[in-house]
């Protein structure tokens, strides 16, 4: 058994639904530590996050992830108990084996070959890991992040192991994120007998114009990295559950997923021109779920993209399509972060796996892209 398998297999055993780590970061830590990592714990609320740095001087190349996963589902739907790592037709099957233990191991693993082949390497090699990935990412890898930024430490690349890959590893790298912003919109009218319309004021009447125009509206044109911003409702509620009763208000969810070529700012001022041109009586309360991150070709994704070709024999395609990542965190205090790891075709799934013949190939692109950054 090849050794990244052998420790992909130890983390999944371990069932670290988000917000526990259950003891993977200790695991990272005693592998580390003899390599000469300084590892830092850092604890928020019920999160684990880790902190481990290798060397002083630059570049600093880090790699950034998470070991917290995501609920099992009905565990009896799946073939093998989730936490119980299992091989099964050329798959490693288990809760995190795509996302995304396998790639922290590959990470580890990796880093172990490139140090002992190159102990005299320059720059620093470090570990961004949390279990706040899958939660409200509210205690991990931005507490981590305030920190370095309050201590004046600077990453110059960071490698994020999320699975990006579509088909075969490699065809796929992701060089940036869309933003997301999400309201929360109460629409207000008057409640009353629906046999007598002209006593009240129908919100969801109301509604309708102002929400097509939404629908309707061009944000922006994307750019040569993201497609057009894209405006969803998600959700839409009103009434008392009487059909003859015009309900008092209707909420409405919504999201911007948003590209570079738009601010949030920008966004909020447009919403709130189209409902107040509609002249509707209402509330909006805005989050910011993060901001979109945009790193072009450059070092990094060279570097990336050579150990990928090297290994695989595949031009990578990079993308900033999909959801958002800590990457948003990261790029804060990094210039350049580009995510990549295995086929996502199986996370978040019941008999969520990972090819075998993908793992040995996913730590010596790792290994790869550290030995063209750092000799």
Not at 92 to 106: E, N
Not at 231 to 253: C, H, L
Not at 332 to 345: A, K, S
């Amino acid at each position: 058994m090849n050794k990244t398998l052998a420790l992909a297999e130890e983390l999944i055993a371990l069932s670290s639904v988000t917000p526990q780590d259950k003891g993977c970061q200790q695991r990272l830590i005693a592998l580390l530590s003899p390599l000469g990592f300084v590892c830092e714990i850092v604890q928020s609320g019920e999160v684990t996050n880790l902190w481990a740095r290798k060397g002083t001087t630059h570049p600093l190349v880090v790699f950034a992830g998470h070991t917290d996963v995501v609920p099992t589902g009905p565990i009896e739907q799946w073939q093998s108990h989730p936490f119980v790592p299992t091989q099964r037709d050329g798959k490693l099957y288990g809760r995190g084996a795509a996302d995304m233990k396998t790639s922290i191991a590959a990470f580890v693993v990796a880093t172990e070959e490139f140090v002992a082949a190159h102990p005299e390497h320059k720059g620093s090699i470090g570990f961004l890991i949390t279990s706040d990935e899958e939660g409200p990412s509210t205690d991990g890898t931005i507490i981590v992040c305030n920190m370095l930024k309050a201590r004046g430490e600077q990453i110059d690349y960071c490698i994020v192991g999320e699975p990006t890959s579509s088909g075969e590893l490699g065809d796929t790298i992701k060089n940036g994120r869309r933003g997301s912003l999400s309201g929360k919109l109460t629409i207000k009218g008057i409640q009353g007998h629906i046999a007598y319309p002209q006593l009240a004021k129908n919100p969801i009447h109301l509604a309708v114009p102002a929400l097509t125009e939404l629908v309707a509206e061009h944000w922006d044109q994307g750019n040569a990295y993201y497609l057009p911003t894209s405006f969803q409702i998600s959700n839409a509620n009103s009434g008392t559950g009487a059909n003859n009763v015009i309900p008092g208000e209707i909420v409405i969810d919504f999201n911007f997923r948003f590209s570079t070529a738009s601010t949030a700012e920008g966004l909020q001022q447009r919403v709130h021109a189209i409902l107040n041109r509609h002249e509707l009586e209402y509330d909006l309360r805005w989050i910011i779920n993060g901001a979109p991150f945009l790193t072009p070709r450059g070092i990094l994704s060279d570097a990336l993209c050579d150990a990928i070709k090297l290994e695989t024999g595949i031009d990578a395609d990079l993308s900033t399509t999909g959801g958002t990542s800590d990457g948003r965190f990261i790029a804060q205090i990094c210039p350049q972060v580009i995510e990549f790891g295995p086929p996502n075709n199986s996370i978040h799934k019941i008999d969520e796996h990972i090819e075998l013949r993908f793992i040995a190939p996913l730590k010596n692109i790792y290994r790869s892209t550290l030995e063209n950054l750092l000799t």
